[in-house]
């Protein structure tokens, strides 16, 4: 079950206006925060999760390692710790590297996304609630299947992708 959490609303350049629940946020597309997390092995894979058939967005589909909205008050770079433990099980014991933010549109869900990226080989444990099952693929394999079925990929882990190949 998804905890109606309180998330925060933000202006066009980010700036927090207002807290509201995130079934509002989403119901009203109201502008607000997330963060994903790339996590690579030293071989260069990426590991992916393929979302919970329970989850309220993209259920069922691929994404990146971890994906997250930021609660009420909380920063993208303490999120980003926070939702790595959560999702799989992964203690940060430093912000990882940040790459680029993505502006809030239509395509995202209407967030401001910040994407991390980080080296590490695991175990990993997955809350079922969360994610279904967790896959190594090769950056050549991910851009072949979005190519060939691009509807296995939540749209906001494909703004993400194609992002980092910019």
């Known amino acids: 079950m998804i905890v109606d959490e309180f998330l925060d609303v933000v202006d066009e350049s980010d700036n927090v206006v207002g ?10 597309g109201l ?12 071989s ?3 590991l992916m999760q393929k979302r ?14 971890v994906a997250g909205h930021l ?8 999120c980003v710790v926070r939702e790595a433990k ?4 992964l203690e940060l014991n430093s912000v990882p590297r940040k790459l680029f933010k993505i502006d809030a549109c239509e395509e995202n869900g209407n967030e401001f996304t910040w994407t991390y990226q980080v080296t590490a080989s695991g175990p990993f444990v997955f809350d079922l609630c969360e994610v279904t099952e ?18 296995i990929f939540s749209s906001s882990f494909l ?8």
């Open 44 to 46: 260069g894979e990426l």
């Open 134 to 151: 967790l896959q190594w693929f090769n950056l050549k394999e991910v851009d072949r299947l979005i190519q060939e079925q691009e509807d």
């Open 71 to 78: 609660d009420s008050g909380e920063t993208y770079d303490d």
């Open 31 to 42: 502008l607000h925060r997330s963060i994903h997390l790339l996590v690579f092995n030293r």
């Open 159 to 166: 703004k993400v992708f194609r992002r980092l190949f910019q």
């Open 52 to 65: 919970s058939m329970e989850k309220d967005e993209a259920p069922g589909k691929w994404c990146s390692s």
């Open 86 to 89: 959560e999702e799989i099980g």
């Open 19 to 28: 807290r509201s629940r995130r079934s509002d946020v989403h119901q009203r």
